[in-house]
């Protein structure tokens, strides 16, 4: 299954960012990107996404978070998705590994590699950091009790490969 060319871009940067050694003492990753490649997965085929699912246009966190709440077997993930380039973006999966993207219909067949996150993780995260979105807290800062491994009730979501 193609990813989209966002192996490759996220193994440039993180070999970039490695040979900068700018990883802080006590830090798992260097930076969002080693974070996604190193516990990230393959989105599985696309699928519509439910009746009555909100979704407004360039809100994808929010889009994808409140899919996850709503309904039941979704599973929220952020990492990226590519049509032409690799972009940050959030989606859900739901129990069969299939992508379900809420923001973007008109895209044609974009790729995905992203982090799956438990659903109480992401509404504590919402409600810390008081923002949709769990790689960064705000546009500039990333989230560091992620990146040190010390995040509170986040554990990775292994049990499918391809997600």
């Known amino acids: 299954m193609s990813d ?4 490759e871009y996220l193994r440039s940067v993180v070999s970039f960012m490695s040979q900068l050694n700018v990883r802080p003492e006590g830090w798992l990753y260097d930076s969002v990107d080693h974070f996604i490649l190193s516990e990230g997965h393959l989105g599985g ?5 439910p009746n009555g699912a909100c979704s407004v246009e360039k809100e994808c966190y929010r889009n994808a978070a409140q899919l996850a709440i709503d309904h039941d077997g979704m599973t929220y ?3 990226y998705a590519s049509g032409i380039i690799p972009v940050q973006h959030a989606w859900c999966v739901d129990h069969g590994g299939r992508v379900v993207d809420p923001t973007w219909d008109d895209q044609g067949e974009p ?3 992203g982090v799956a996150f438990d659903t109480g993780f992401v509404m504590y995260e919402a409600d ?5 979105g769990i790689m960064w807290e705000n546009e500039c800062r990333p989230n ?3 990146l040190t491994g010390k995040a509170a009730g986040w554990r990775p979501i292994k049990s499918r490969r391809t997600l």
């Open 128 to 132: 810390r950091t008081e923002t949709w």
């Open 144 to 146: 560091i009790p992620l």
């Open 111 to 113: 790729h995905y590699f």
């Open 77 to 79: 993930v952020e990492g």
């Open 4 to 7: 989209g060319g966002i192996d």
């Open 45 to 49: 085929p696309r699928i519509d996404t």
